[in-house]
C-alpha cells in the first residue's frame, strides 16, 4: 500500500514538474518575442534615417560622387547592418546605387526610407533623392 | 496524499499564472508591431518634409538675390528691386516637378507670383508685388518697435529727398539712402505709428517712396536697380523662424501620418 501511495506521489510529481516545465518554455519564447523585433527594427530605421541626414548635412550626397558617399556610410553605419543607397538625380539619366555589400537580401526584413535634395555642383543646381535600405547582417 | 495533490494544483496553477502573462505580453508584442508601423510612417513624412522644406531653403538662399536673416529682436530682409522672381520661379518650378513626380503623394504649392514671407511668432508678412514692384512689411499680430531702410541706387545720382507726418511720436522710422556721385539721403523720423508718414527719394527720372501707415511699411520702387536692406525691430523676444508662404502637403495612404504646413527657409 504504501510503495503505491509513493509510485503514485512520484508519478504525480513527475506529470507536475514535466507540465509545468513545458508551460515555462512555451512562456519563455512568447516573452523573448516581445522585444526583439521592436528595438531591432527601430535601431535600423534610425540608422538609415539618421546617415542619410547627416550625409545630407555635410555635403556628401551633394557631390554625387559614389565613392565618397560609399565611404561616408561605412563611417556611420553600425557593424552588423548592411545598407543601400539609390540616389536619383536629375545631374544624371541613371540611377547612383551604392552598397555596403552586394548581397540578396534574400527574405531579411528591410527598413526603408528617402530624402530629398539639392545637388549643387559649380554654378548648377540639380533636384535629387536618395533612397535608403537597411538590413541586418 | 492530499499534500500532493495541493502541490501538483498549486504548481500547475502557478504555470497557467505565468502562461496567462507571457499571453499578455505576446499581445503586447502585435501592439508594438502596430507602433512600429506608426512611429516609421510619421519618421517618413517627417524625413521627407525635413528633406524637401531644406532644399527649398537652398534653392531661396542660392536662387532669389534675397538674404534674410531673424535674431531674437530683429529681422534683416535684403533684396534687390526688382526681384529675379523668373529665375527663383524656374528653379523652384524644377524642384517642385521632380519631387511630386517620385512620389505622388507629394503636393507642392507653386511660387505664388507675389512672395511672401513670414515670421510666424509675430505674424510679420514681408511680402512683393512683382508687377508693381514695391515690398511689404505686414505685422499683423505684434507691432515692431521701429523700421530702417537702408537703400542703395549704385550709380544713380539721388536729386533731393523729403518726409512728410501727420503727427510726432515715439516709433522710429529711418532711411539712409545712397546714389552715384557720393549724392545721400539720411532721415530719421519719430512718429506717431498709428498715423501716417512717408519719405521720398527724387533720382531725377525716378523715383523711391518708403510709405507708413498703421505699423505697416512699403517700399515703392520705379527704379529698376536699387537694393534695399529692411530691418524691422521688435521691443519683445521673437522666435527667430521665417516661412514661405507656400504649403508642402505630404500623406503616406492607409496610415495617420501627414504633414501639411508652411515651408521654412530659415
Known sequence: MIDKKAFVLSLDASVAVVLVVLILAGSSFFFIKTNENFITNMQM??????????????????????????????????????MRMTINSTAYNYLIIVETESEDTGKKFIISGKRFFYAVQGGNAYPSSAKYEVWSK | MKKAVFFTLGLTMFAFIVLSLSFLFAENASRYDERFI???????????????????????????????????????????????????????????????????????????????????EIELRYWQNITKNISYFTPSNKNPS??????????????????????????????????????????????????????GIDLGSNALTVQFSN???????????????????????IKPKIELDSKINITIPYLIARRYGNIRIA
Open chain 2, 215 to 237: 505699423y505697416v511699411a512699403s517700399v515703392e520702387a520705379i527704379n529698376n536697380n536699387v537694393s534695399v536692406t529692411s530691418r524691422v525691430k521688435y521691443s519683445a523676444n
Open chain 1, 45 to 82: 530605421h534610425r540608422a538609415g534615417s539618421d546617415i542619410t541626414a547627416v550625409l545630407d548635412a555635410d555635403g556628401t550626397l551633394s557631390t554625387l560622387d559614389v565613392v565618397q558617399i560609399k565611404s561616408g556610410i561605412e563611417d556611420l553605419l553600425p557593424t552588423n547592418y548592411n
Open chain 2, 38 to 120: 506608426e512611429l516609421v510612417s510619421i519618421n517618413r513624412v517627417y524625413d521627407l518634409d525635413a528633406s524637401l522644406q531644406t532644399s527649398f531653403s537652398k534653392i531661396f538662399s542660392t536662387k532669389s538675390g534675397m538674404s534674410y536673416t531673424a535674431s531674437t529682436t530683429e529681422a534683416i530682409f535684403q533684396h534687390k528691386l526688382p526681384l529675379d522672381y523668373a529665375t527663383l520661379n524656374n528653379e523652384y518650378q524644377k524642384f517642385r516637378n521632380f519631387a511630386q513626380a517620385e512620389n505622388n503623394k507629394i503636393v507642392i504649392d507653386a511660387l505664388p507670383r507675389n512672395i511672401s514671407l513670414k515670421i510666424s
Open chain 2, 146 to 199: 521701429s523700421y530702417s531702410f537702408v537703400l542703395d541706387f549704385f550709380e544713380t545720382n539721388i536729386s533731393s529727398c523729403n518726409s512728410s507726418s501727420t503727427a510726432s511720436g515715439n516709433f522710429s522710422l529711418s532711411v539712409a539712402a545712397t546714389g552715384g556721385n557720393s549724392t545721400t539721403c539720411n532721415l530719421t523720423l519719430s512718429i506717431n505709428p498709428n498715423l501716417q508718414a512717408s519719405v
